[in-house]
């Protein structure tokens, strides 16, 4: 053989290898402890990751393979969910108390997930009880694989802003506030990346060379309030939502709600200063606001105290969400455009509404869901489901794709229903309620196609974007209004659909969705992996056969 052809041939096997090899794995270890912070002055308990609050960035590419071994040094349970991140085929992975046994306290389990093709800004955050009032929360990159195009030119850095309401109340206490029956009142303050407002004189928290470009991922983790997000003097190019390249509009601020992740570029234009990142609180009767400092770099000018308003009405915030858009030229994660898939274009074969509700059950506040309030229990809904015991510890399809009639009373219960493996649904949440309220989906991204005041209709189809909707993981719902969401149910698993209002999550105003695969195929789903944890009635149970 010549040696062009020998060169040839070793490079056809490196493509052919290279082509086959498993992605990349990251490695991360993880050490959960309690520590102090002190955001407002008082000192108080928090929930740290290596010592760190908020936790440490997982900074990787679709496709990687991320393992992370967390050591519980709490005194209680403990577990880590993905937001936004599908688990594709991998519910095993997803990290919630229907999915997961937590971690006994002193003890540890390593997860092991992939970002199967998704870009995007996401966060990580403890499942059980209350406890992400008390932080353990931390930033997800996703970056685009090299091969992948991405609609803008890369940043001169990255940012991420985790902002959320703060109650400056142990989660242990405000857990036993919800149990005796009272509601959550407001927030003592609002937190950028852990911190409250800067004051003058404080360090810079992020810090820009002028005529460059920067992306700020903005997540909100809170536990309640819509946050409005704004940097002083500066304008807003959106390129992502959730998970979803966007058309690129320019805003003066965009309202967040709870659990949603924008991704904004900026542009250090403006004379050499101090300038203030603002996140201030909406739809509440007094706003509350949390500031922090951004910096030119080689300038010492202070920043001015006059901070850019925020928005009024809830109004301005759905004709804000109207003007998003899916961006159709871009690439996703997979080498095919975004915009090949039409989803409004597949015929719906099923339509749930899910109306939420505020009750009295045996003189406790819940809430509800159609007419049912989750439960969870002592066995893990998926791992009940998987080794056969489901019918001694759940019932499915308690609800129905109707709400009940008015005056029906609560039940208690874990709420658990089906959905056939890849059909098409049109789920519409519906918001009785005069609070405005946000709602997640583990496992998929949907299209929210349409959203508006009053009861949903059929004829409410006739307003719905079928186009391009930005498919994203988290959607809010106004007051006494609805929103629709469709998606298809292609990911085999137990997903969690949940308020992302934490205290209505706690009490009951959440679901999981079974769907199952009917071949038991590893096409379909992953085996349970062998370092699962296993508590309750499954502990010392023998494996079902595995999914070949």
């Not at 142990?170 to 927030?187: F, P, Q």
Request: charged content about 15%.
């Amino acid at each position: 053989m010549s040696p062009a052809a020998s060169a040839a041939a070793a490079l056809l096997l490196l493509a052919f290898i290279s082509a086959h090899a498993e992605d990349p794995y990251l490695y991360f270890t993880w050490t959960v402890t309690y520590g102090t912070i002190s955001p407002f002055g008082v000192p108080q308990q928090a929930i740290m990751i290596n010592n760190q609050f908020p936790g440490p960035v997982i900074n990787c590419t679709s496709n990687n393979n991320i393992v992370v071994n967390v050591f519980n040094q709490l005194d209680e349970p403990f577990l880590l969910s993905w937001n936004g991140i599908q688990q594709r085929k991998n519910s095993w992975q997803d990290g919630m108390p229907g999915t997961n046994c937590p971690i006994p306290p002193g003890q540890n389990f390593t997860y092991h997930w992939q970002p199967k093709d998704q870009i995007g800004s996401f966060y990580y955050f403890p499942s059980v009880g209350m406890q992400k009032a008390a932080g353990g929360y931390g930033p997800i990159r996703v970056h685009s694989r090299l091969l992948i195009p991405v609609p803008f030119d890369p940043p001169a850095d990255e940012f991420d802003v985790l902002i959320s309401d703060w109650y400056g109340i142990g989660h242990k206490a405000l857990a036993v506030l919800l149990d005796s029956g009272r509601h959550l009142t407001r927030a003592r303050g609002v937190l950028i990346n852990g911190a409250g407002s800067a004051k003058p004189g404080d360090a810079p928290m992020f810090f820009l060379e002028a005529g460059k470009v920067y992306r700020f991922r903005a997540c909100n983790v809170g536990l309640k309030a819509s946050l409005n997000f704004r940097i002083q003097g500066h304008t807003l190019k959106l390129v992502e939502i959730d998970g979803s390249h966007t058309v690129q509009n320019v805003y003066d601020s965009l309202d967040i709600h709870a659990g949603q992740c924008y991704s904004v570029l900026v542009t250090a234009d403006q004379p050499p200063r101090d300038y203030y990142l603002v996140a201030s609180t909406r739809f509440q009767k007094t706003e509350q606001t949390a500031t922090a400092i951004i910096r030119y770099s080689g300038s010492s000018v202070p920043a001015t105290p006059d901070l850019p308003p925020a928005p009024t009405t809830w109004a301005w915030s759905l004709n804000q969400w109207r003007s998003f858009r899916w961006n159709l030229t871009a690439s996703a994660a997979r080498p095919n455009p975004q915009g090949s898939y039409h989803y409004g274009q597949i015929n719906i074969t099923r339509t749930i509404k899910l109306a939420s509700s505020t009750s009295s059950v045996d003189g406790k506040l819940r809430f509800a869901l159609n007419g049912v309030s989750h439960t969870d229990p002592t066995v893990p809904l998926k791992l009940a489901e998987y080794f056969g015991i489901n019918g001694t510890i759940f019932k499915y399809n308690l609800i129905t794709d109707e709400p009940p009639a008015t005056g029906t009373p609560v039940a208690i219960a874990p709420n658990v229903i089906t959905a056939e493996f890849r059909t098409f649904i049109e789920i519409i949440l519906e918001n009785p309620e005069q609070s405005v309220q946000s709602y997640h989906l583990n496992g998929y991204s949907f299209f929210p196609t349409g959203m508006g005041p009053g009861t949903w209709t059929p004829e409410s189809r006739k307003t719905y974007n079928l186009l391009d909707a930005v498919s994203r993981h988290t959607i809010q719902v106004y007051p006494s209004s609805w929103t629709a969401i469709m998606l298809t149910f292609d990911n085999a698993g137990m997903w969690n659909l949940r308020s992302e209002i934490w205290d209505r999550r706690y009490l009951g105003q959440q679901l999981y969705i079974s769907v199952l695969s009917p071949e038991r195929s590893l096409r379909d789903e992953y085996n349970m992996p062998e370092n699962a944890l296993r508590c309750g009635a499954v502990t010392n149970l023998p494996l079902p056969p595995p999914y070949s």
